[in-house]
């Protein structure tokens, strides 16, 4: 295998590494938007295919580049605007607690 | 600038962008920085994408020395206001309820999309130096996890959606074929993988037809592979795709050599493969369990027969009689489940529990971590419905505080109280961790009719005579029993 593979394959390696880190300390109630937010993450293929589109020079090549960045920019952009909108509603849930209810919940998530 | 340094700036922005969703992710551990977690990933990826566009424009780059195409630009631009929009669209109008079939629609795309970057990549280098050994390699397992996540993410969002039957479909012969579909895919793999380090020869042509049959052999096994499960498992499923799609992404970026597709998809791998495995912790099930499919498919009623099954009597209470247990008990916890989310009843409970909040009782809501139809999906439910936060609480912290509750009022969960998981070491759910419902003084249903729920067993609580079934719809019956407590 080539250097830059081999360079690849330990960048591959840690960031699976940080993945499972990062997500094993998030509590249940946000495992829904987590997902959702995981999910817009992926949408990175659409670099990829933008990638593609540039190298791309026959009407095949086109035609595949053109539905990966179809593709990709719905993963992307749907992802992050629904995720966000789960989000805001946790939010303005907070908003509505009492000082005294906030402290118990964050003394709560603190453990 | 020279070119190098140019690519040294590009370089540094992927980095950034994949901190981004790192720290972004990181940020989604509490509620309080959520939204700004997730913002910030959006900003990593806003800026990948940016600086990937502006530098395949400069004529140094070398995807396309001299500068990319004026149709590659267009593909770029349109593909992007299309798919960029047709996902807004769905993301702004997609009710809560209906969420988890919009994030496996999603799956379906980012795992097809990487599969074609992977395909079109493959076309390029076909019968060229640059096709190595270890791209082609590369190559089918893109085109083969972003294939099976492209059909199986598709018919997990029709079975969650209705398209798709929810039950498990098992037709003749589908574990043949999803055998021969493997082995099809394992066969193209090392056809192309010898074809490209140069022990075997076979021409372009024969190498395409081969990643063909690839792709239609991933596309059919993603579609037996979720078909035979039960539209309840359906969570399980869409996070192992979500997983699969981050796979699927970083196996195009090694065929593409980009570094931050490849952390990006780890990333989601990584996160996708701990989640779908803490729900099937929630479930009490393993995860192959669940893929083999078929439960809930009725053969599993036969361990229902335990002790205490029988003989009891079904108690049906009024409307009246349930609103002023309601109204006059010190402590309440509603208990919801997925009939709750399908009725759209998230509001009706809200009113009701502000009512009794009036009257100085005290409510709180048990959530059951598969509660919904994702983990933590009641949760949003909820949220959106405007319940105060403090008073949703995970199983674990509400569980020793049935036997302190007046009135447990359970609304469209089933399997998740059943106390045969707890008891009868014969039930198919038993061992599954549930919600003690049955130690509350008194326990409302309200329930659509005495129909099992996705685990096909009939549930002991009923026949419990502290409980009092009302059936009806989730809304309906709320709605009525607020207007029945409002005059008291």
Redesign the interface.
Known sequence: MSPELLNALAIFVLAILVGFEVISKVPATLHTPLMSGANSIHGIVMVGAMIIAAAADTPVSYALAFIAMVFGSANVVGGYVVTDRMLQMFRRREAKVTPEQAETVASSEGN | MSDQAIYTFVFLAWLA??AA??I???Q?????T??R???L??AG?GL??VV??LW?LTPG?F??PGG??A??IA??A???V???????W???R?A?TA?PQ??SL??A??G???A??A???F??IAGTEAL?L?TSIFVVLGVVIGGVTFSGSLVASGKLQGIVPGQPIIFPGARVLTGLTAIVAVGGLIALALAAAGLIVLTIEIQLIILALVTAAALIFGITLVLPIGGADMPVV??LL?SF??T???M???V????????????????????TK??AD?MNRSLANIMVGGFGTGDAAAGAGGPGAEGGAVRQIGLDDAAIQLAYAQKVIVVPGYGLAVAQAQHAVRELADLLEERGVDVSYA?H?VAGR????M??LL??A?????Q?R?MDEINPEFSRTDVALVVGANDVTNPAARSNPQSPIYGMPILDVDNARSIIVIKRSMRPGYAGIDNELYLNPKTGMLFADARDGLTELIAAVKQI
Do not use: C, K, W
């Open positions: 962008a994949a969703f790192v972004g992710l990181h989604m551990n509490s509620p309080a959520a939204r977690g997730n913002q990933s959006a990826m990948a994408a990937t566009f395949l780059n995807i396309r990319m195409s149709i590659a593909i770029i349109i593909g992007f299309i798919g960029g929009g047709a996902g807004l769905m993301a702004r997609v809560m969420m919009l994030v999603f799956n795309v980012g097809g999309a990487a074609l970057v395909i079109d990549d076309l390029h190595t270890d869409i996070s979500n799609t981050g699927a992404a970083a195009a970026g090694f593409i050599g980009n570094p931050v597709l490849i952390i990006a998809g780890a990333l989601v791998g990584a996160a996708g493969g701990i989640l803490l729900m929630a959530i971590p994702m983990p933590g999906h949760n949003v949220a959106e405007n319940v105060p936060y403090p949703l995970e």
